[in-house]
């Protein structure tokens, strides 16, 4: 069973240059938030895999979890959970300056903040549009009701046409 971990001692993994290591750990990326939505993994923490080599100036990384997310689809504005895969890579190598090096922003010394790595990578991953299924119909223009429980055939409405909050937009001419 992983143990759970926000930061990773990366030195206590693997000391010498070319050695190789393989870290299982649950982590909690937290909650995204896009357009006002909230995004969250479903039971709180993903189980994830760090893979750390040591380099004869730093590390290689790379982060490989799978995620459960809970959040409002884009069309429906209803309940949706998605499947999201993450496959990520870090690289930190001093150098002889700090521009001449490759940094990166989640290792401070010998630790690594694979939480934050993870919210990030997270995020990177996360589809354009999250929906609650693929053919998702999303909501009638005219009465805002979810067209996924409706018939097409008994949804109408007597005037379409000039009806509803997209009406106003109709009256405009682009001549």
Same mark, same amino acid.
């Given at each position: 069973?992983?143990?759970?971990? &926000?930061?990773?001692?990366?030195?206590?993994?693997? $000391?010498?240059?070319?050695?190789?290591?393989?870290?299982?750990?649950?982590?909690?990326?937290? %909650? @995204?938030?896009?357009?006002?939505?909230?995004?969250?993994?479903? #039971? +709180?923490?993903?189980?994830?895999?760090?893979?750390?080599?040591?380099? *004869?100036? #730093?590390?290689?990384?790379? @982060?490989?979890?799978?995620? #459960? !997310? $809970?959040?409002?689809?884009? /069309?429906?504005? +209803? &309940?949706?959970?998605?499947?999201? %895969?993450?496959?990520?890579? %870090?690289?930190?190598?001093? +150098?002889? *300056?700090?521009? %001449? +090096?490759?940094?990166?922003?989640?290792?401070?010394? &010998?630790? @690594?903040?694979?939480?934050?790595?993870?919210?990030?990578?997270?995020?990177?991953?996360?589809?354009?549009?999250?929906?609650?299924?693929?053919?998702?119909?999303?909501?009638?223009?005219?009465?805002?009701?979810?067209?996924?429980?409706?018939?097409?055939?008994?949804?109408?409405?007597?005037?379409?046409?000039?009806?509803?909050?997209?009406?106003?937009?109709?009256? !405009? /001419?682009?001549?």
């Amino acid at each position: 069973m992983a143990q759970r971990a &926000d930061i990773i001692d990366l030195a206590r993994f693997v $000391r010498s240059p070319g050695e190789g290591r393989r870290v299982e750990a649950d982590v909690n990326p937290g %909650e @995204l938030v896009y357009g006002e939505q909230t995004y969250t993994i479903a #039971g +709180g923490a993903a189980a994830s895999r760090v893979d750390i080599s040591r380099t *004869s100036t #730093g590390y290689s990384l790379r @982060l490989r979890f799978g995620a #459960g !997310i $809970r959040g409002s689809c884009v /069309r429906c504005l +209803g &309940d949706a959970e998605m499947r999201v %895969e993450v496959d990520a890579r %870090e690289v930190d190598q001093a +150098g002889g *300056s700090e521009q %001449e +090096g490759l940094r990166s922003p989640y290792v401070d010394g &010998d630790e @690594l903040d694979v939480a934050a790595w993870a919210h990030d990578a997270l995020a990177l991953a996360m589809p354009g549009q999250f929906l609650c299924r693929s053919d998702c119909r999303g909501l009638c223009p005219v009465c805002g009701a979810s067209l996924n429980d409706a018939e097409a055939a008994e949804h109408r409405h007597e005037s379409e046409a000039g009806a509803g909050p997209m009406a106003k937009l109709r009256e !405009i /001419r682009f001549d």
